[in-house]
T-cell receptor, first 111, second 115 residues
Framework: EDQVTQSPEALRLQEGESSSLNCSYT??????LFWYRQDPGKGPEFLFT???AGEEKEKERLKATLTKKESFLHITAPKPEDSATYLC????????????FGTGTRLQVFP | DGGITQSPKYLFRKEGQNVTLSCEQN?????MYWYRQDPGQGLRLIYY???????QKGDIAEGYSVSREKKESFPLTVTSAQKNPTAFYLC??????????????FGPGTRLTVT
């Protein structure tokens, strides 16, 4: 069964303290891996798409990387406004475009 | 501005009543999706539609129904047969090309409370 696991469930950081979020997946065939940011009570906001092992994408303080078994979302020198839940999802099915989501990592950055 | 709108933001209903959640997009996307989000669980797919006048069940379709009469619109009806309808409902859309995996863009969500 295709599965996506995110760790840790929650992460508390001091402003400026860099860290990484993990998304591990076991799937039959990966078409794409997606990172989203979700603020409380709002819909997920798209961040990155990664297609193949070795690929990296960057946006401001965020950098996403992909291996054959997992993806990391690196947060460099985070700010309080980076506080949110970060969701990882994979797409495996050519016919349905279905996304399989992890349960997310809740990040809190304190000043 | 292009995007996805969902209405209403909050919805309260009595048990036994059907309720319809609205989803509209002006991104010219072919595919649209409905997800349900519950605390501590990942988003779960309810229904999806890849083209007008066609839709398929997702993982948790029981107690829900949809229609896709226009490209821009994909309303979701939560029927009285849905055993635990209280949840946060998210609509999404994506471009769809056969050879690529395209990201899905989400609306702001509707929080449904049934008592």
């Amino acid at each position: 069964e295709d599965q996506v696991t995110q760790s840790p469930e929650a992460l508390r950081l001091q402003e400026g303290e860099s860290s990484s979020l993990n998304c591990s997946y076991t799937v039959s065939g990966l078409r794409g891996l997606f990172w989203y940011r979700q603020d409380p009570g709002k819909g997920p906001e798209f961040l990155f798409t990664l297609y193949s092992a070795g690929e990296e994408k960057e946006k401001e303080r965020l950098k996403a990387t992909l291996t054959k078994k997992e993806s990391f979302l690196h947060i460099t020198a985070p700010k309080p406004e980076d506080s949110a839940t970060y969701l990882c999802a994979v797409q495996t099915d050519y016919n349905t475009d279905k996304l399989i989501f992890g349960t997310g990592t809740r990040l809190q950055v304190f000043p | 501005d292009g995007g996805i709108t969902q209405s209403p933001k909050y919805l309260f209903r009595k048990e036994g009543q059907n309720v319809t959640l609205s989803c509209e997009q002006n991104l010219n996307h072919d595919a649209m999706y409905w997800y349900r989000q519950d605390p501590g669980q990942g988003l779960r797919l309810i229904y999806y539609s890849q083209i007008v006048n066609d839709f398929q069940k997702g993982d948790i379709a029981e107690g829900y129904s949809v229609s896709r009469e226009k490209k821009e619109s994909f309303p979701l009806t939560v029927t009285s047969a849905q055993k635990n309808p209280t949840a946060f409902y998210l609509c999404a859309s994506s471009a769809r090309y056969r050879e690529a995996a395209y990201e899905q863009y989400f609306g702001p969500g509707t929080r449904l409370t049934v008592t």
